[in-house]
């Protein structure tokens, strides 16, 4: 099964097809997809603030009720953009997520 992601309506990765494989609930990707994600990685770490924000935006577009979670749950428009909690918690993630992509190959070190 292949896929592609994009980021705003821009295709940035193309895993092209193939059989998913899960063992031990471990995805395992092959060499040229860890390939992939750190290259398409680089192109977004250009981008952090931006792109994290945008992350949870799309989040809270997609399942708002998510949003009752966070201590700026009641903040909208300018002043969630500006909410302090909400941009620090945007790049936490977003910092999180760049700690798994640089650990492929080390998955336990990625999520312990």
């Known amino acids: 099964m292949g896929g592609t992601v994009s980021y705003k309506g821009r ?20 060499d040229r997809e860890k390939e992939l994600v750190r290259s398409t990685w680089i192109r977004l770490m250009e981008r952090a603030n931006e792109v994290s ?31 302090p909690y909400f941009k620090g918690h945007a790049m936490r993630f977003f910092n999180a997520v760049r700690m798994t992509v640089l650990n492929l190959d080390a998955w336990e070190v990625s999520i312990s």
Do not use: W
């Open 53 to 83: 924000i945008d992350i949870f935006l799309r989040i809270f577009e997609k399942i708002p009720q998510a949003k009752q979670f966070f201590p700026f749950k009641n903040a909208v428009g300018d002043a969630l953009l500006k909410h």
């Open 11 to 30: 295709a940035l990765l193309n895993c092209g097809s193939r059989k998913d494989k899960m063992e031990n609930d471990q995805y395992d990707l092959t």
